[in-house]
Nanobody
Framework: QLQLVESGGGLVQPGGSLRLSCAAS????????IGWFRQAPGKEREGVSC????????GYADSVKGRFTISRDNAKNTVYLQMNGLKPEDSAVYYC?????????????????????WGKGTLVTVSS
């Protein structure tokens, strides 16, 4: 079965850190651009951090620049999202998604690609 599985979410205090993982099963992520998206209750889904298929192009939402870092480890077939300096407004369900041959991280996050696979999401709650 071809799927993406997110993990690493949880409850964290403001200013804390989490690392989310997006693991693929049934296919290799080597040629896929990967995006992390989030959706909070009552809000539209937004692209948070994205990385192109070559790994050289990344994109970030303005609200997370300098705090979040996306990376990929093709040997582990996994993409990571390191989140530092978390704020209550970062609370949301975080999804990863993959698009074959998508090169541009910025365009991935802005929704220019029709993503081929989506995970089911992991909940991040930032609260004291």
């Amino acid at each position: 079965q071809l799927q993406l599985v997110e993990s690493g979410g949880g409850l964290v205090q403001p200013g804390g850190s989490l690392r989310l993982s997006c693991a693929a099963s049934g296919f290799t992520l080597d040629y896929y651009g990967i995006g992390w998206f989030r959706q909070a209750p009552g809000k539209e889904r937004e692209g948070v951090s994205c990385i192109g298929s070559s790994g050289s192009s990344t994109g970030y939402a303005d609200s997370v620049k300098g705090r979040f870092t996306i990376s990929r480890d093709n040997a582990k077939n996994t993409v990571y999202l390191q989140m530092n300096g978390l704020k209550p407004e970062d609370s949301a369900v975080y999804y990863c998604a993959a698009d074959l041959l998508a090169l541009d991280g910025e365009r991935l996050c802005r929704g220019f690609y029709t993503m081929d696979y989506w995970g089911k999401g992991t909940l991040v709650t930032v609260s004291s």
